[in-house]
């Protein structure tokens, strides 16, 4: 008898170790597949979804957005891997959608309402594109758009334990609850000579062009759902509810708080009140073409023999953000003296990769850039000094451009660079070099039997100082604001509500 007690025992315990080893190495392997991904939340059948603001922003899934651009980008890498690898994840899991918490918001430069336009948009396609592969039910949605996020900045601010978290807090406190946006972002910016706004701008803002989310998920279950346990709503949102208003009374939750009702946003056009008069007011794009000139090729003197402008010109091309630019240039001077058989006959080509230190956007300051460059060529300082030839070379440049006009769009810039250049050449005399009757032609400098002759037989190779500039820019073209396309002009109108935010 004690025995067969025994027995039941040690069944019982056994039993009771496999179920702790089967639930706790069941729940170790769902969150081993997810640990990648902290954005991915795996809930209990009763459990609700609960993050605090602090949570939400270390572990939030980040789309991200240049400045001035709602347009999603979906080749980034966040959106690759959640398309790649969290979604067929989740479908081998079986995962259910079952709630997704998502934030948009755009950084304090340029006008209010223009900053609300793109958090909204930023918003809304991160959403959409969410929604084509992942169906939340609306009622366990939190959609939020925050048209300039000074929240945000604190946090980051507070993160990073800048030094000037006190006095922005001071004045984010000051103003911001008050509606007075356009006073915080001027006493911002007046702060030690706007020196505090542009570290804000370098450091901070592009964390503010983003969209975050933070998605829930349950285990499909296989009990009927009249079988299911009644959860109360979590996060409602009217079903009427498409837009926020027109207000500086934008939402902003305190820690831990995402229960209210928040709207969803739809690519819907804002309802325009005509009562309320608007006045116009001007935003500035950004450039994407730029046309440069060297100062010295188009002044240069050859010492000792001649004037020879070298008519030259470089495109540059500046995305939207970040610090890398193309360049193509060419310089083609077509001088010749011939009573004085002299020549300066060039066309070089080539081709600049610019990294520039301060980017965002701005493309100002210092840089570093690499390039490769091929000419052909004829030069003739007197009758016995000629050489033609092709040659090719490459190198590195250090460089400045600053800003020279209150617009802008003019910028000086120095240069410096050094590399490497090979060229395959035949010196030219003119008239005939065996004979020395100037005949009136030109003739290689040569003096062995014919059947020997070799074009091209001369090489010349050099490495040091290759590149020597005093540029002048101008900002050619812009990008439009409002709608696609560019333009020569470097701002637009926008139509701004009286007496509303962004004033």
């Not at 909204?120 to 592969?133: D, G, P, V």
């Not at 630019?325 to 010749?336: D, E, I, R, S, V």
């Not at 060529?377 to 033609?388: D, F």
């Amino acid at each position: 008898m004690m025995q067969m007690v025994r027995r039941h025992k040690r069944s019982l315990l056994l039993t009771l170790m496999l179920a702790v080893y089967v639930s706790v190495f069941s729940q170790s392997d769902d969150s081993t597949r997810f640990s990648k991904y902290p954005y991915i939340f795996i809930l209990d059948e009763n459990q609700k979804p609960s993050i605090t603001d602090e949570q939400f922003y270390k572990v939030a899934l980040k789309v991200i957005f240049p400045v001035d651009v709602f347009t999603l980008d979906t080749s980034q890498e966040s959106i690759k891997e959640f398309i790649q690898d969290v979604i067929p994840q989740i479908n081998t899991d079986s995962l259910k959608p079952h709630s997704i918490i998502l934030r948009g918001s755009a950084s304090p430069e340029g006008p209010y309402r223009w900053n609300q336009k793109l958090g909204k948009e930023r918003t809304a396609r991160t959403f959409n594109y969410i929604n084509q592969h992942l169906k939340f039910p609306e009622e366990h949605r939190t959609i939020n758009s925050t048209p300039e996020n000074y929240q945000l900045l604190l946090h980051l601010m507070k993160e990073a334990n800048d030094p000037s978290y006190r006095i922005v807090k001071s004045l984010v406190d000051k103003y911001y609850e008050a509606g007075m946006l356009s006073q915080l972002k001027q006493h911002l910016k007046r702060i030690d000579g706007g020196k505090l706004w542009d570290r804000l701008y370098k450091e901070y803002y592009s964390e503010l062009r983003m969209a975050r989310v933070v998605l829930f998920f349950k285990k499909k279950h296989s009990r009927p759902p009249s079988q299911q346990p009644s959860q109360q709503p979590y996060m409602a949102v009217p079903a009427d509810s498409l837009a926020l208003p027109d207000s500086i009374a934008v939402e902003l939750l305190p820690i831990g708080q995402f229960e209210k009702p928040l709207p969803i946003f739809t690519e819907s056009k804002e309802q325009v009140n005509p009562d309320v008069p608007y006045i116009p007011i001007r935003l500035y794009r950004r450039h994407i073409l730029g046309i440069r000139t060297n100062l010295l090729y188009d002044f240069f003197y050859l010492p000792g023999h001649y004037w020879a402008p070298s008519p030259n010109v470089q495109l540059e091309y500046y995305p939207l953000t970040g610090h890398f630019t193309a360049n193509l240039g060419f310089t083609g001077p077509y001088w010749h003296h011939w009573n004085r058989q002299q020549f300066w006959q060039i066309r070089d080509y080539v081709f600049e990769g610019r990294y520039y230190f301060v980017g965002l956007g701005q493309f100002i300051g210092p840089y570093v850039s690499a390039y490769v460059h091929t000419n052909i060529y004829g030069i003739g300082l007197s009758k016995t000094k000629g050489w033609e030839g092709e040659g090719l070379g490459g190198g590195a440049i250090f460089g400045y451009t600053m800003n020279i006009s209150r617009n802008k769009r003019w910028r000086l810039e120095f240069s410096i660079g050094v590399g490497y250049y090979r060229t395959q050449y035949d010196p030219y005399v003119y008239g005939n070099p065996k004979s020395t009757v100037e005949d009136g032609l030109y003739y290689y400098d040569y003096l062995g039997k014919k059947e020997n002759f070799k074009e091209r037989n001369h090489v010349f190779t050099w490495i040091g100082p290759t590149n020597l500039g005093v540029h002048l820019t101008y900002d050619l073209l812009y990008r439009r604001i409002q709608k696609k396309g560019v333009s020569f002009n470097r701002s637009e109108l926008y139509q701004r509500k009286k007496g509303g935010a962004d004033e």
